[in-house]
């Protein structure tokens, strides 16, 4: 792979050349491993047939075996299996099994092949790539330039309602010289654009597919990934097959992926979900409770797979409507939260106080901000100063099982002060229209993963437009830091712009930041392969069962 220019200064402060091109050529996709904590506590390194950096061979014992079937369960409705309108956070954890993306993220923020095999940069304001040559979709048809164009355009198309957007509006020209190449012209300099590449939203399709189903496309998604789809029945299950003619390869240079099949059955209840792990009904949970974490330790029979404070939860506030375009009132709101409480009596101590934007995890995060920590004498004191000192009603929502987001605690909390909310729980679909796109709520309770680029998540969630940030406001002063942060190359410098977004965000009280929580993700013990990917979502690509 050939470096030059502004990608050379990016690249050498998370890795050099060489154990990039070594990586990407020997593995042609990447992935972060994660611990895996089980069989009475132990430790384990989880198997990653991908990251070929010199390590030995593996064991007779750790070869991947072939065939078989994964069965694990979700635990609502698939918000959208099209990979560009994905908005639930946890979405890649199933729409990654059949997208194919541009370019993966691999340990340590490292960028590796994946449908292109190389990328150039050779100025602040151009991106260059250019693909594997022979690549197919699920349909037959090429992986070319053209399908790449189709896709950028499509994300770019504010009818098509896509989660990325915003973070591609700065491409303003898409060049297609060759079949294989695809040179990106953007509207100003940005350090960050080419990690919006290794996420599902922005996932290459096929052509033919989306002008052959027209908006029927989301029962028939049509990619490139290791798996396609088979079965798709809405509200109860998602069937994936293998697909035989996917182009990457272990770090032996076996084909992937090593299982048949992945069933994905719908079931509400987390009780019942956990119940059927350890009864053997599924091979793999995703995002396990905190309150099972010890039950799976002391197994013999589960595996763990554990990721620190990868996810941010927070309250996703209203602003641009009364009563939350009142500033005192959001700080009445941010002081009346215990964090240390919910820490305790929702995640059972596996999180960590929240004060800013960014996950903790995250290489932007400041970890000096220690903002609005719980005084409920200020709280109601800014609430009278709001003009509520009898206290005020709000309605609020969130998504998910009834135990997500601290709902309960921060309810209660908030009460204590004056502040009285109702909360309904929706179907993460009906939440995203109610909530960000009719704005009939005054806040949600919301959660979000840690992103490879920090620009990801100020675009999304606090630039103007924001895909995430409800009332889509107008946010002049964070547009013009974030676009200082995005001409930056050197991240210490980046870090500097990040952390006085992080201020601003907390002067105006745009979200109510509460706790970063662990990720826990469960398997069979006869599962190999399963690992956590950089934003602490499961993957379950490229797994095998070793009986």
């Known amino acids: 792979m050939r470096e030059d220019g502004l990608w050379t200064k990016m690249v050498r402060q998370r890795v050099s050349r060489r ?65 560009h309108k994905a908005s639930g956070g946890n979405d890649p954890s199933y729409a990654r099994l059949y997208t194919a993306t541009l370019v993966e993220l691999g340990e340590g923020g490292k960028l590796l092949p994946s449908l292109a095999e190389s990328w150039t940069m050779p100025d602040a304001k151009s ?78 399709i096929s052509p033919t597919a989306v002008n052959k189903w027209g908006s029927d496309f989301e029962k028939h998604i049509v990619s490139a990934g290791p798996f396609q789809m088979e079965e798709y029945v809405p509200e109860v299950r998602l069937v994936l097959k293998k697909y035989e003619n996917y182009f990457g390869k272990d770090a032996s240079g076996n084909k992937l992926p090593y299982v048949d099949r992945v069933t994905f059955r719908v079931v509400p209840d987390p009780a019942v979900a956990f119940a059927s792990l350890q009864s053997g009904e599924i091979d793999c949970l995703f995002r396990v409770s905190s309150t099972d974490v010890e039950t799976i330790k002391s197994s013999r029979d589960m595996t763990l797979h554990q990721v620190k404070g990868q996810s941010l939860i927070y309250l996703n506030l209203l602003t641009t409507k009364p009563p939350l375009d009142n500033l005192d009132l959001r700080k009445a709101m941010a002081y009346a939260v215990d964090r240390d409480e919910i820490v305790k009596a929702e995640y059972a101590g596996y999180a960590a106080p929240a004060y800013t934007a960014f996950p903790s995890a995250m290489w932007a995060w400041d970890s000096t901000i220690q903002d609005y920590k719980y005084d409920p004498a200020k709280a109601k004191e800014y609430l009278a100063k709001a003009g509520y000192p009898n206290g005020i009603k709000l ?82 002063e964070i547009d013009a830091l974030a676009a200082q942060a995005r001409a930056v190359t050197d991240l210490n410098e980046r870090k500097k712009v990040y952390s006085q977004l992080q201020h601003l965000i907390n002067d105006i009280v745009h979200n109510v930041f509460l706790v970063y929580v662990d990720a826990f993700h469960a398997c069979r013990s006869n599962i190999r392969g399963f690992s956590s990917n950089p934003d602490g979502l499961g993957d379950m690509r490229w797994a095998w069962i070793t009986k």
Not at 54 to 78: C, H, M, N, V
Not at 435 to 458: C, E, N, V
């Open 395 to 476: 309605r609020a929502c969130a998504y998910g099982t009834p135990g997500s987001y601290a709902t309960e605690t921060v309810t209660a909390q908030l009460k204590r002060v004056g502040i009285d909310i109702t909360v309904d729980r929706l179907e993460l679909v009906t939440y995203q229209t109610n909530f960000r796109d009719k704005l009939q709520y005054d806040f949600g309770f919301a959660g979000t993963p840690q992103a490879p680029d920090p620009d990801r998540t100020i675009m999304a969630f606090y630039a103007s437009g924001g895909y995430y940030n409800p009332g889509k406001p107008n946010m002049p």
């Open 127 to 204: 991106i260059n790539f250019k693909l594997k040559p022979g690549l197919k979709f699920h349909d037959g048809t090429d992986v070319d330039a053209a399908a790449v164009k189709f896709s950028i355009e499509r994300i770019q198309n504010v009818d098509t309602k896509a989660t990325r957007r915003n973070d591609l509006l700065p491409i303003v020209k898409i060049d297609t010289p060759d079949p294989l190449t695809v040179n990106l012209t953007l509207d100003a300099p940005n350090s960050g654009l080419i990690y919006v590449f290794t996420g599902i939203q922005t996932g290459i």
């Open 19 to 83: 154990t990039l091109v070594r990586t990407g050529a020997a593995t042609g996709v990447g992935l972060w491993v994660t611990s895996v904590l089980g069989c009475g506590g132990s430790s384990q390194p989880s198997s990653n047939p991908n990251a070929n950096s010199g390590s030995s061979t593996p064991t007779a014992k750790d070869q991947p075996k072939y065939g078989g079937e994964l069965r694990t369960i979700w635990p609502s409705t698939f918000s959208f299996l099209d990979p």
